[in-house]
Structures are given as C-alpha cells and as structure tokens.
C-alpha cells in the first residue's frame, strides 16, 4: 500500500484490501482510502507472512515492492498462495538491467540504496517470479530493462 498513491485508480466498485508492514505508511494512505470511491481495508501485514486463507483473491496488485521485501520469493509464493487459481498478478516493479555491464553497476551501486532507504536496486524479479512456482508470466519494459509491467496468471 505504501502512502497510498495508487488509490485513486481503484474503480468505485472495486473491493481492496491493502497491505503494508510499515503502520507509519499506514497510517498516510489512510486519508487517501477516506478520500476513494472505492471499499478499502488496510492492514498491517508483512507480505512474506499473510495473513489470509489460500485462494482468496482475483487479483494482487504491487507497485515498487518487491524491492524491499526481505526474502521476495517467499513474498511471491504467499501472493501465489491467496490469489485464486486463474487469478491475475499486476506488478510494476524495477530490477536489475539484463544488459551484463549496468547489471554489474547496480549490484556495485546497490550497497547505496540499502543503506539510505532500504531498497535493492539489483533484484531479479522475474527470476524471482519463477522461483515462486508462477509459470505464466508477460513481462513488457516501461524504462529501459529496468522498470516493468509484469501480468502473472496463477496456475
Ligand atoms: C516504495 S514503497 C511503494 C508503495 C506503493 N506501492 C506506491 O507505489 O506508492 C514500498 C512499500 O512496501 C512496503 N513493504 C516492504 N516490504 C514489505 C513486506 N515484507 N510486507 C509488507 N509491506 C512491505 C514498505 O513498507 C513500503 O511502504
């Protein structure tokens, strides 16, 4: 969930259920969900541990996530775990370039944006994906190699 920026692309009819392990970005994106036409509950969960039963959910949503997750393959096998079976992952996340000198670069850099925020500029999402056991995965570049929309169905 974050702050809660994406709040208000939900259409009114949508029924949320927004997830952060931080209650300080919790409690920002709360204004924005009084603010949404849209029925949003928000939770303090930690995405590696959820606190849902299996198959629950059409869709997940994450935008700039799986960054910080600590170990986002078990972050990945939870999502896969509650979405449905059919059920669609939406992700837009960056990760490390494919191209072998920047890739090299964001792992020298990544020690940087660790320590300042918190975030790895080197992680391989896709890779992690699929480790996750999702085997349908389209994944198209919004900046570069590095910045992607990624739409994962569950098996
Ligand atoms: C860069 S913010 C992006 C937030 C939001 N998606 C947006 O685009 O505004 C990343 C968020 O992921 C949350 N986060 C990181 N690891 C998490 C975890 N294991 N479980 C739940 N939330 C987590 C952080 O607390 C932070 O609010």
Redesign the pocket.
């Known amino acids: 969930?974050?702050?809660?920026?994406?709040l208000p692309y939900y259409s009114h009819d949508s029924d949320v259920c927004g997830?952060?392990?931080?209650p300080r970005?919790l409690a920002k994106a709360k204004g924005r969900a009084a603010d949404s036409g849209a029925h949003i509950q928000l939770m303090e969960?930690?995405?590696?541990a959820l606190d849902f039963a299996d198959n629950s959910f059409d869709s997940v949503?994450?935008?700039?996530?799986?960054?910080?997750?600590?170990?986002p393959v078990q972050?990945l096998k939870e999502i896969r775990r509650v979405l449905k079976p059919g059920g669609q992952l939406f992700m837009?996340e960056h990760m490390r370039s494919e191209r072998p000198l920047i890739g090299k670069l964001m792992d020298w850099l990544n020690f940087m944006p660790v320590h300042l925020y918190?975030?790895n500029i080197n992680r391989r999402t896709l890779d992690n994906i699929r480790e996750a056991g999702f085997t349908d995965v389209e994944s198209t570049n919004a900046w570069s190699d590095i910045v992607k929309r990624i739409r994962v169905v569950n098996d």
């Open positions: 969930m974050g702050t809660g920026k994406n997830i952060d392990f931080s970005m969960m930690d995405v590696q949503l994450t935008s700039c996530v799986f960054c910080s997750v600590p170990d972050g837009l918190g975030a």
